[in-house]
Structure formats: C-alpha cells, structure tokens
C-alpha cells in the first residue's frame, strides 16, 4: 500500500511540475476560463439561494461538479476566487492517471507505461483547453469514468463507495460521462459481479435524469446532429493526425478532407478511406487480442467520437480527448492481456512519439499560447475595485471573454 501511494504522488508530483513549467500562469496564478467566470461565477455572486447555484442547467442539463466548484469559489476573497476553480480543475485532470498508477499492478502493467501515459496526456487534443478548468469538468470526469470502468473492482468497501459517488458525479456533471454506460452494461453482463452491476445503474441512472432535463429543457441554440462524414473527417484529423503529426500536417489533412473542388474529390474519398480504414483496423486488432476492459474502452471511445460530435458547437480537441485515452489505455491492457509483444511495442512507440512531438513543437503552437497565457486576474480584480461604478468588468481567459460584477 505505501508503495502504491508513493507511486501516485509522484505521478502527481511529476504532472504539476511539467503543468506547471509550461503554464505557470494558470497553475501559480489561477484563472476563471471562459463559462465559469462569465456565465457560473457571475451569475452565482448574484443568486440569493444556494440551491439555485448547486441545480444550475447549462444547455438544458445539470453540470454538478462545475456547480460545486464554482460555488466554492465563492467561499473565499474574490482575488482567490480563481485558484479554487483551477485546483480542482487540475486535481481531477490528473486524477485518472494517478488512480492508473496507484493499480498499475492489479492491472499488469509496469511503471514505465504509466508514466509515459500520463506524459503523453499533456499532448493529446484539447489537453491545453481544458487544463485545470472547471468549466472542462465534464471531460475530465469522462476520463474518470473510463478509468473506473478499466479498474478492477476496489477491494475495500471504502474504496466501493468512493467509486460509485464518483461515478455519479460524473453522470450528473455534463454527458460526456453517459456515452460509457454501454461499455459499463458490457462488463457487468460479462463479469456476472454484483459491484459491476450496481456502477452500470449509478451511471445509467445519472445518464437518464440527464436525458430527462435535456427533453424538459431543450438544448437552447446548441443542434444535436448526426453526420457520418464529418465524424470520420474530424476524427482523422483530430484524433490520428493533430496529436502525432502536429498541426502543420492537420491542416492540409483538414484541406485535403473539407475540399468541395471536384477535381480533388476522388483523392479526398481515398484518402477518408484509408485513413479510417486504418484506424478500425488498428481498433479491431486491439479489441481482439484484448479482454472485456480493452473492448469496452474501444467501444466507449467509439460512442465518444460519435454521439460528442453530434452534439458539438464545433469539432474542437476537448471532443476527443476522453476517447484518445481510452485508446492509449486499451492498447497498453490488450498488450498485457495477450503477451503480445508486438502490441506492447507500439504502445510504447505511440506514447512515445506523442510526447516527443509535444514537447519538440507543441510549445510553438497557436494553441498553447493561446490557451496558457491571458490576462492577470488580480490585476484585473484591483483596477476594477478602482472603478466607482456600480457593476464592473473583469476581463477573464480566453482573450474576449470577461464577466461583470456588483459592488459589494
């Protein structure tokens, strides 16, 4: 047991130095980014009744882990406000791979792949969007959620129970977290177990009372739309190309991928059959030599891609974060389950050439500056305490985005 909580503090440890090397005004500092400032806090710091804030509905749904955070945020001096939003954001961020770690051996994997996957996590698409945020809560949940579903069952009941509040946090915080009930119905069919049993119907019950708010409430402006190819387009793009060739190479596949030229046609259909050819088939062979885990990851990470999209604004990275390391994961368990040694290798290859690539070029991209840098929250906290008006504005992250506040 010290072994194994040694190990997770120091992929904790480790995660917040790299975190905090390349974004050291976001993990130092803190920053509101984007909806929790200018439409949570805001509108909490206005609202009398506390159960108005922890019920709040964003696009229609029940964001509870947003809401929590946010409400705790406004426990302490505004000029902290910050700090809680984004250490939660980033305990959370990091809370997969730390669990991944402090079970690595109940999984069968080694230390190294560990490590590695939570390195390369740092690179995947939209990692830099949603670092430490608490409007990104949803996302990381969902990758809490795949973690729990690829863990074996916690032995203590302490831990049993952990699990299931998680899970159901996770359920009642955006929808990411539902398109893993499938996956979560799987294993407790195939496993026969009762604690299997009883995660699938947190999860499924959460999943229902989320439906049920989206059928009441609508989505406002937000279109759900099924669309095949855009699916395959974007996943080509943003869940193969972007991470491992980088953005240069993402943009002429989006170029080549969106053309309407007719004299490029033929080659861009050639090219989405390739493309997603390849990616079946590597899931295919992952999914036949793995075991129930390795499957159920593949087929969440599927329903991710699939049903995320179609409820997308726009194909941004946060959409294929969730189902990038479901697939990471499941290759690295197919590799154990199988004693393949071909497997093995490329995972270790595949994480390896990611975080080789992010390291080399991502801090170079528009991205990273776009999403690691912004303006200084109390700065901005101080030059609007100056202000004699009765509302002022703070200017928050990213750039354009800001949220008012009454005078005390």
């Known amino acids: 047991m010290k072994q ?210 989206i059928l009441a409430n609508g989505t406002g402006s937000r279109p759900i739309k099924l669309d095949l190819e855009g699916t395959a387009t974007w996943t080509i793009i943003q869940f193969a190309v972007s991470p491992l060739l980088g953005d240069t190479a993402a943009d002429m596949a989006s170029r080549l991928l969106m053309t309407t030229k007719s004299q490029f046609q033929g080659l861009k259909w050639i090219a989405m059959f390739v493309a997603t050819g390849a990616i079946a088939a590597a899931m295919a062979l992952i999914a036949y030599r793995g075991q129930v885990a390795a499957r159920g990851l593949l087929l969440g990470a599927v329903l991710s891609l699939a049903l995320g999209l179609a409820g997308s604004l726009a194909p941004a990275g946060r959409y294929f974060y969730a189902a990038q390391v479901a697939v990471l994961l499941a290759l690295l368990l197919a590799g154990v389950d199988s004693n393949m040694r071909g497997l093995r290798t490329a995972g270790f290859g595949l994480l390896i050439v990611l975080i080789l690539r992010g390291f080399m070029l991502g801090p170079s991209s528009e991205a990273f500056a776009e999403y690691t840098a912004g303006p200084s929250w109390r700065e901005e906290v101080q030059s609007a305490r100056d202000s004699t008006c009765t509302t002022y504005k703070i200017n928050i992250w990213p750039t354009g985005w800001s949220m008012e506040l009454r005078h005390e």
């Open 4 to 213: 194994r909580m040694c190990l997770a503090g120091a992929v904790a440890a480790g995660l917040w130095l790299v975190w905090a090397l390349l974004a050291p005004q976001v993990l130092l500092y803190g920053r509101f980014w984007a909806e929790e400032g200018s439409l949570f806090f805001q509108t909490f710091s206005a609202s009398p009744l506390v159960l108005d804030d922890l019920l709040f509905l964003h696009w229609g749904h029940l964001h509870l882990a947003t809401n929590l955070t946010v409400f705790a945020s406004l426990l302490v001096p505004l000029e902290d406000a910050p700090l809680v939003t984004t250490y939660i954001g980033f305990l959370f961020q990091i809370a997969p791979f730390v669990l991944i770690a402090a079970n690595h051996e109940r999984l069968g994997v080694t230390v190294l792949p560990v490590v590695l996957l939570g390195l390369a996590s740092i690179w995947l698409s939209g990692s830099f969007e949603i670092l430490a945020s608490a409007t990104n809560l949803q996302w990381h949940l969902a990758v809490l959620t795949l973690v729990f579903f690829a863990l074996p069952i916690p032995a203590t009941t302490s831990g049993r129970v952990g699990t299931r509040a998680l899970l159901l946090l996770a359920g009642l915080t955006g929808v990411p977290s539902a398109f893993w009930v499938p996956s979560y119905a799987l294993r407790a069919y195939i496993d026969k177990d009762r604690e299997r049993a009883i995660q699938f119907g947190i999860l499924a019950f959460a999943a229902a009372v989320q439906g049920g708010l």
